[in-house]
């Protein structure tokens, strides 16, 4: 019995929509295998410029068009007494020490803070420079899986106890070298709905004197998880499975 021409065209139609699937899943297993970072965060400071205050500092929050991110925030780690971290914290007009750029400075007990999502990313990495200004200095890095304590970027924060405490924080840095240091590349928690990244100078050296430290190029990547691509393939065969009834 012959083909009817609807027949035939919808065969030709469903080996079509198949082929196509292959082809996008071949490209989705390819994806999904070389995936591209992206730029969740980056901060080099360089966009600061005069007026710069007393010890070559602008004190306060790093807002734009000083900062090149817009959600930092300050918070104090460490300390007897209640500070306002945001009086603590800023960008230096130098790093010095062979960085002759703007960086982000903290003293005494309190750090610059921000937040990201990786939900939906399969791997998440940050990197940044790092130092003191002297050998007694303490420069702190960690990352904490925890609900925004801020009530948006800008805000301050005590973290001096409680959930947010630093003892609950994952370190990622410690370091007293009053060197510039690369951290090289490690590892944040993927999947993850919020992220706090800190930065922050230890209480103060065993003579007494104020604790500085300095943090410049921060990056944090993400790579994306593989489901996407492949959830769109597996969509197209079901597609391709209903053309052809």
Do not use: C
């Amino acid at each position: 019995m012959p083909v009817s021409s609807d027949h035939a065209v919808g065969r030709r139609l469903a080996a079509l929509i198949t082929a196509t699937t292959v082809s996008l899943l071949a490209f989705g297993l390819f994806f999904a295998s070389s995936a591209q970072a992206l730029t969740a965060f980056s901060e080099t400071f360089d966009q600061a410029t005069e007026p710069f205050g007393p010890g070559g500092f602008q004190v306060g929050i790093p807002v734009p068009p000083e900062a090149d991110e817009a959600n930092w925030n300050a918070a104090q780690f460490s300390g007897v007494a209640a500070v306002d971290p945001a009086t603590q914290i800023g960008i230096q007009a130098l790093g010095a020490n062979g960085n002759d750029t703007p960086v982000g400075a903290f003293i005494t007990g309190s750090g610059l803070v921000f937040e990201v999502s990786t939900q939906g990313f399969n791997s998440a990495t940050i990197s940044f420079d790092r130092r003191t200004v002297g050998l007694l200095n303490e420069f702190r890095a960690g990352y904490l899986v925890a609900p925004s304590p801020f009530s948006g970027p800008n805000d301050t924060a005590d973290f001096r106890g409680g959930a947010y405490d630093w003892s609950n924080w994952t370190e990622l840095a410690s370091a007293t070298s009053n060197l510039w240091a690369s951290s090289g590349t490690l590892n944040l928690p993927a999947g993850a709905d919020n992220v706090l990244i800190a930065f922050w100078a230890g209480e103060t050296d065993p003579n007494g004197l104020s604790n500085v430290a300095k943090v410049d190029n921060v990056l944090v990547t993400l790579v994306p998880e593989p489901g996407t691509a492949l959830l769109l393939g597996l969509g197209l065969v079901a597609l391709g499975s209903r053309k052809r009834r």
